[in-house]
């Protein structure tokens, strides 16, 4: 084939540079997702608690990168056993080093590796949602490293190590409906558990402040998503360039179909059609399209985003009825969406989009078989990630608390916790003395 | 001397200004507040959830005048502050005791 001529070097070794090109750019992308999501959230807090909620989620990136480079890669895909990997890869010092199962790539190892480092990065960020306005910083770094250690990887390599059980099962995970849209829906809400309501919840107003943030972080979203689905492709050679090109437009037209469902929902039941809807929609839908996106055709995207859209818009209204403070709807967005996806596989993956798919869904003309699989995989998701998360949370509680004290929840988590508020706003108190306008020069410690 | 506030809508401000220009009025204070009267403020969406939203912002402006203008300037006032719709505002009179320009020293009428 003509690649091969073209990529010799790689080719000495297996790989293709177009695939590696594609699935390093897509980690870069994905990366991306992550300050995304830290406007996307921090639009959606109050003023006096902005910077604490893009900390978190830089945070993440701090905790993600380390964590998976040490430890989290090996125990997700070295070989292990069928519920856990094990040390083979620890610290990633053998760049040659074959991943058990993944010999056949188009990419080398490591590249895989950076690849999956970023969705690890962008899981533990989504949990901060659920937790918004209320979580001290240190306790969330002591999470974050043991959470990825001890649920996120392992869950990795039940879906996506070829050693894994669920993978052995034969349930579909395309890009991280499972591993990271589930996951991170049912350990935020585990962890608002844990953590308790605001104080204020349900009597005072907790609107976000700054919706044009909320929209830019959506749309960054959008656009690192397409290396979130796209990239899991994994190459451009061969049959795989259809199936990049196939995850590419689903992730453009499914989320597109959610926007719609969810504005429709909104203009039908609250009589506006809102631009955090508009965000909220589109990024149900783009967790939605996830787990199907290399599995089933762009018509069937465009269903299973406009249900998601209708469906994650209804679905708002759970954390009253149950009373768990799931601060920016991290179990509506990516809980249900993530549900919804893992299970539409079982209804619209099909054998002619990927030759994967060995039991095509319900809907093309295949059988309940593969929508079983799928629903024994998101039970026993949800199961060990909200246990495994609830258990953690307490462990962590009795090391150190995990709550900020009640001035500081009232003031500001941004002042107290880092030091700096976000934004300088016009204080009409301080012309009482004309000299008060003037910039005051910063004073240094002696 | 009276003083005549008037609390109207924000962007009924320019036509209020021009209006009491042509009245040949020369100062007034200009504040941004907000408050509320019988409409109530409005509702906000987030995520499904409703928030009353109260207090309105709002353009105070203050006018310092004699006994003879003051009836005219709130005349003036209500005419360009209208738009017929509810939250147009309110305009009220008070007495005042004395004005003092700070410059000269000047007080009562002279200084207005």
Known sequence: MLTSVLAAPAEEAGFDTGSIAWVLISAALVFLMTPALAFFYGGMVRAKHVLAMLMQNFAAIMIGAVVWVVIGFSLAFGDGNAFIGNLDFFGMTDPSQAIPGLEDLAVPPLVFAAFQMTFAIITLALVTGATADRWRFGAFVLFGVLWLTVIYAPLAHWVWSPSGW??????????????????????????????????????????????????????????????????????????????????????????????????????????????????????????????????????????????????????????????????????????????????????????????????????????????????????????????????????????????????????????????????????????ASGRDLLPSAPSEKE | MKLVTAVIKPFMLGDVKEALESLGVSGMTISEVSGYGRQKGHTEIYRGSEYEVDLVPKIKIEVLADERSASEIVDEIVRAAGTGKIGDGKVWVSSLDTVVRVRTGERGADAL
């Open chain 1, 166 to 431: 669920i993978a052995e099962l034969g349930a579909l995970d395309f890009a991280g409906g499972t591993v990271v849209h589930i996951n991170a829906g049912v350990a935020g809400l585990a962890m608002a558990i844990v953590l308790g309501r605001r104080r204020g919840y349900g009597k005072d107003a907790m609107r976000g402040h700054s919706m044009p943030l909320v929209l830019l972080g959506a749309g960054l979203l959008w656009f690192g998503w397409f290396g979130f689905n796209a990239g899991s492709a994994l190459g451009v050679n061969d049959g795989n360039t259809q199936l990049a090109a196939i995850a590419f437009i689903n992730t453009a037209v499914a989320p597109a179909a959610a926007m719609a469902g969810w504005l429709g929902y909104e203009k039908l039941r609250h009589g506006s059609s809102t631009t955090l809807g508009a965000a909220s929609g589109a990024v149900a839908g783009l967790v939605a399209i996830t787990p199907c996106a290399g599995f089933v055709s762009p018509l069937a995207a465009i269903a299973i985003g406009l249900i998601a859209g209708v469906l994650c818009a209804a679905s708002l209204g759970l954390k009253e009825k149950v009373k768990v403070d799931d601060a920016l709807d991290v179990v509506a967005v990516h809980l249900i969406g993530g549900l919804w996806g893992s299970l539409a596989v079982g209804l619209f993956a099909t054998s002619s989009i990927n030759s994967v798919v060995t039991d095509d869904g319900l809907l093309v003309g295949g059988g309940a078989v593969l929508l079983g699989k799928q629903l024994l995989a998101v039970v026993a998701a949800m199961a060990f990630s909200f246990i495994g998360t609830f258990i953690l949370g307490k462990l962590i509680g009795f090391l150190l608390p995990h709550r900020v004290d009640t001035e500081t929840e009232i003031t500001g988590l941004d002042q107290a916790m880092h030091s700096e508020t976000a934004y300088e706003f016009g204080d009409s108190s301080r012309g």
